[in-house]
C-alpha cells in the first residue's frame, strides 16, 4: 500500500482531500487529529505540514507527497513533479519600496546602499532566493526572516524582498512593487525520481499503483472546467454544428432512427465535450441551428 504525505491543514489541505475524494479515493479518517487516514482503501494518507512533505518524500518516509512547488524547491531535494493538480497557484516574487528607484532585477547593482553586491533581501525562502541571484550572477546579502516579511523594506532591515504572492494586493497594501518573479508555484503531487517506471521496462507492483493513481487524479483534473452536451440537430446543419461542438476529436454523430432506415432521419444525435465558460454560447448556436433536446451534464472524470 502507497502512502501519501498530504497537508495537515490549510486551503492545500481541503483542495487535496477534495480532488482525492472527487477521484474516488475518499480521505477516511478516525478523528480530526488523526495523523493517517485511509484513502478509497487502496493507499494510506499521512498528514503533515506542508513544508515538511518534500523531506517526507525524499527520505522516503512516504511514497508521493501533495504540496507546493515553492516549498518542494526551497527545500533543495532531489524530487520529481508527477503532475500539476492546479490549485494553490501563487508566485515567489521580487519586491521593492513603490518609492525606490528599482525597476528591475538589474537596478539592484546600482541601487544598493553601499554600492554593488550590498543590496539587502528579507526573505522566507533563502534557498530560492540564493539560487535566483546566483544565477544571475549578483552577490546579495540575504535577511532570512519567519513572517511578516512586508515590514522589512520599511524598517530599514532590507532593501527589497521576496515573497509569495497570488494576487499582489498584500504587497501594494503594504506600499511595495513586484520587481521580477522568481519562480511559479502550484500544488504538485510529488515522488522520489525514478518512482514511476521508466518507458519499456517492467513496473514494479509500487510504480503501477503509483501510475493508477496519477492516472485518476489526472482524470478528475482533466474533466474540470468541461461539460458533456448531447443534443438532437438537423441532417442538414451537421457541418455547422462540428463547428459549434468540436469536442476532443469532433462530435460524436448518432442517426436517429424514428422507425426509418440508417441515414434518413432528418435529426441526428450528436454528443461533444465542451469548456464550461463558453455552455452558454454553445446552447444559443445549437439552438440558432435548430438543435432541439439538448442536454449538458457535468463530467466527472475524463480520459483521453
Known amino acids: ?72 524547491c526551497e527545500s533543495g531535494r532531489a524530487l520529481s513533479a508527477l503532475l500539476d493538480l492546479g490549485f494553490g497557484r501563487c508566485r515567489v516574487v521580487l519586491a521593492a519600496r513603490e518609492d525606490s528607484r528599482v525597476r528591475t532585477a538589474d537596478d539592484l547593482d546600482a541601487f544598493g546602499p553601499t554600492g554593488a553586491g550590498a543590496v539587502r533581501v528579507a526573505t522566507v525562502f533563502p534557498g530560492v532566493t540564493r539560487q535566483f541571484f546566483e544565477e544571475r550572477g549578483q552577490a546579495v546579502t540575504l535577511v532570512p526572516i519567519s513572517g511578516a516579511v512586508e515590514i522589512a523594506p520599511h524598517l530599514g532591515i532590507a532593501d527589497v524582498i521576496v515573497d509569495l504572492t497570488s494576487t499582489g494586493s498584500t ?104 469548456p464550461a465558460a463558453s455552455i452558454y454560447r454553445t446552447i444559443a448556436q445549437l439552438k440558432s441551428l435548430g438543435g432541439e433536446g439538448i442536454l449538458v451534464t457535468r463530467i466527472e472524470r475524463l480520459m483521453p
Open 1 to 72: 500500500m502507497l502512502r501519501i504525505a498530504l497537508p495537515n491543514k490549510g486551503r492545500l489541505a481541503e483542495e487535496a482531500r477534495e480532488l482525492f475524494n472527487d477521484a474516488g479515493l475518499e480521505v477516511r479518517v478516525r478523528g480530526d487529529r488523526a495523523l493517517t487516514a485511509s484513502l478509497g482503501g487502496e493507499f494510506e494518507a499521512i498528514f503533515v505540514r506542508a513544508q515538511d512533505i518534500p523531506e517526507f518524500v525524499a527520505d522516503g518516509a512516504a511514497d508521493a507527497g501533495v504540496t507546493g512547488w515553492d516549498l518542494v
Open 171 to 274: 504587497l501594494k497594501m503594504n506600499g511595495l512593487r513586484e520587481v521580477a518573479t522568481v519562480l511559479e508555484s502550484s500544488a504538485r503531487l510529488i515522488a522520489a525520481p525514478g518512482a514511476l517506471a521508466a518507458a519499456g521496462e517492467t513496473p514494479t507492483d509500487k510504480q503501477r499503483a503509483l501510475d493508477e493513481l496519477v492516472m485518476a487524479l489526472e482524470s478528475v483534473l482533466r474533466a474540470r472546467g468541461k461539460r458533456y452536451v448531447m443534443a438532437n440537430v438537423p441532417r442538414e446543419a451537421l457541418e455547422r454544428v462540428k463547428q459549434v461542438l468540436p469536442g476532443l476529436n469532433g462530435p460524436t454523430v448518432i442517426d436517429l432512427l424514428n422507425g426509418g432506415a440508417v441515414g434518413t432521419s432528418a435529426y441526428v444525435a450528436v454528443h461533444a465535450v465542451v
